[in-house]
């Protein structure tokens, strides 16, 4: 079965900075898609990034990127220039085909300012 | 990407009642993905509701108490029943409208026992 770990349970950030986010995940599938969610106290669940297995280049969405090492499993979430705004839950996911999302724990970021 | 209107937004209920949530969505979409977040947890799927046919359950979740209707491709009901303070959680709806567009989430129902 697919599994998702995500092993930092808090990050926290001073505002302006970066942050990474670690996520691994485990499949035999060669073609599948991973996804970034924040999660925000409003409980909405948000789709901050995405990314083709089938892609090498990372993808990117302004502040947010993604480190995807497809061999290592690994799907880690950079955010820059931090902002307040950004605090929330993060959760990344797995999914393959037309199947539901398999989520991770989820990260909490705290921004500070 | 598809919009996804869920109501109740929460609701207080007493133990041993039941409570149904509905989810909206403005276009026709062939899956529909029922979740539960439990306080601080993440996200559990509790059933996948197909139009027409019955909904599939995750292991730990059955349809006595958790029944599911799929009338038609832009609407579905999931009933919490004879709820238990246990129950309180979460509860969103999903639609998936292309894998290059991820999934959608309803607003979440957010549910207390008592």
């Known amino acids: 079965a697919q599994t998702v770990t995500q092993s930092q349970p808090e990050m926290s950030v001073q505002e302006a900075e970066t942050v990474t986010l670690s996520c691994t995940y485990d499949t035999s599938e060669s073609d599948y898609y991973l996804f970034w969610y924040k999660q925000p106290p409003s409980r909405q669940m948000i789709l901050v990034i995405r990314q083709e297995a089938y892609k090498q280049q990372n993808a990117t969405e302004n502040r947010f990127s993604v480190n995807f090492q497809k061999a290592a499993k690994s799907f880690s979430l950079k955010i820059s220039d931090s902002q307040l705004g950004d605090a929330a839950m993060y959760f990344c996911?797995?999914?393959?085909?037309?199947?539901?999302?398999?989520f991770g724990k989820g990260t909490r970021l705290s921004v500070i300012a | 990407s598809a919009v996804i209107s869920q109501k109740p937004s929460r609701d207080i209920c007493q133990r041993g009642t039941s409570l149904t949530i509905q989810c909206q969505v403005d276009?026709?979409?062939?899956?529909m993905f029922w979740y539960r977040q439990q306080p601080g947890q993440s996200l559990t799927l509790i059933a996948t509701?197909?139009?027409?046919?019955?909904?599939?359950?995750e292991s730990g979740f059955v349809i006595d108490k958790f029944p599911i209707s799929r009338p038609n491709l832009t609407f579905s009901t999931l009933t919490v029943s004879n709820m238990s303070p246990e129950d309180s959680s979460i509860y969103l709806c999903?639609?998936?409208?292309?894998?290059?567009?991820?999934?959608?989430f309803g607003s979440g129902t957010r549910l207390t026992v008592v």
């Open positions: 509701a197909n139009q027409g046919s019955e909904a599939t359950y």
């Open positions: 276009s026709q979409v062939t899956m």
């Open positions: 999903s639609v998936g409208t292309g894998q290059l567009n991820g999934y959608t």
């Open positions: 996911a797995y999914e393959t085909g037309n199947t539901p999302l398999v």
